[in-house]
């Protein structure tokens, strides 16, 4: 199945380098010369950029789709606070309906006003997040709301009426940049070469020279109706279930599942999708697998026998102990 429901065709030929998209070379030169140009606009002062009273670390990526972002930016919060600061976090609220931005949002926010992923940070991190179109508007709530000393932007690398003290590229480890063209033709929203800009580069998977690998693991489910039910991944080994993906890349998701010895079947949606009670009954008895990000959206559905999977990530010492020493050196 397409593992880019929402992109069809054109994300799938991106990464098979399909010879025709040559044809929309000439729209993604445009596109590559609008990014410069906004740029320096930027650089030049002609467009403002602000800068908050508090470090800001921006995790993004240049290709579209999902690379691993949203879990890295959890993994930082959760190492901030281990190391006796507090962290805030903002993001765009994607998928987010809200009339009014920014918004605060809680562990308990209604996703579909503030967000998928807003949500799931904020409930598995426990800190304070604003989301927003606007970032900085979205940041100087974070901060008017909470005693934030330092602020985690989840996506926004392109976002650069936000000042940012450390930036932090994730990138696919099988996708890598695709066919390496920018947008229409290819998937990046900016040249390859920006990352000799970035502090960090991580790579969901296994990365080159100067990249530090990024290890995803799928160990637990928890019971949809009830999280405080929870069972070892390894017990569905040999079971056939029916798995539920609406992320950017869940291709990925179903792999992890087949790794640990489920027999899946897939059921690929778009990216923030919103579901409904049909979209997880399947007219039979097996048990339903969601990503986390999923349930949040799922959770006041009443359906039996479904059951998400947290995602639990490593990254090397080196990491940490170079995103520490970067930290330190603005404080």
Request: glycine share 10%; aromatic share 6%; net charge neutral.
């Amino acid at each position: 199945m397409n593992s880019w429901p929402g992109l069809g065709r054109l994300a799938d030929s991106w990464y098979r380098r399909s010879p025709w998209l040559l044809l929309l070379a000439p729209l993604s030169l445009l596109f590559r010369l609008a990014v410069l140009c906004r740029l320096l606009m930027y650089r030049s002062g002609l467009l403002a950029s602000h800068r908050l009273p508090v470090p800001v670390i921006v995790v993004g990526n240049l290709a579209v789709g999902g690379t691993g972002k949203t879990p890295l930016v959890g993994w930082l919060a959760e190492h901030a606070t281990r190391a006796g600061r507090q962290p805030g976090i903002v993001a765009r609220g994607y998928g987010g309906d809200a009339v009014h931005w920014p918004q605060q949002v809680r562990p308990d926010s209604d996703p579909a006003v503030v967000g998928d992923e807003a949500v799931l940070l904020a409930g598995k991190t426990g800190c304070p997040m604003a989301v927003g179109p606007d970032r900085v508007a979205a940041a100087r709530a974070l901060l008017e709301h909470s005693q934030c000393d330092m602020v985690l932007s989840d996506d926004g690398l392109q976002h650069y009426a936000l000042q940012r003290d450390i930036e932090i590229a994730v990138i696919d480890g099988v996708r890598r940049f695709g066919n390496g063209l920018c947008l229409p033709a290819g998937p990046l929203r900016e040249p390859v070469k920006r990352l000799a800009r970035v502090d960090l580069v991580v790579v969901n998977g296994l990365g080159n020279r100067g990249e530090y690998p990024m290890t995803m693991r799928l160990t637990r489910v928890r019971s949809l109706n009830d999280p405080g039910e929870e069972r070892e991944l390894r017990s569905l080994h040999g079971t056939s279930v029916h798995a539920v993906a609406g992320i950017g890349n869940p291709g990925r998701f179903f792999s992890a599942l087949r790794e640990a010895g489920l027999r899946v079947e897939e059921h690929a949606f778009p990216d923030h999708h919103v579901f409904v009670p049909k979209d997880l009954q399947f007219g039979d008895d097996r048990p339903v697998v969601m990503t986390e990000k999923d349930a949040v959206k799922c959770r006041d559905l009443v359906v039996d026998n479904c059951w998400f999977a947290p995602v639990t990530i490593d990254l090397p010492q080196e990491f940490s102990d170079r995103f520490d020493e970067l930290l330190a050196a603005i404080a």
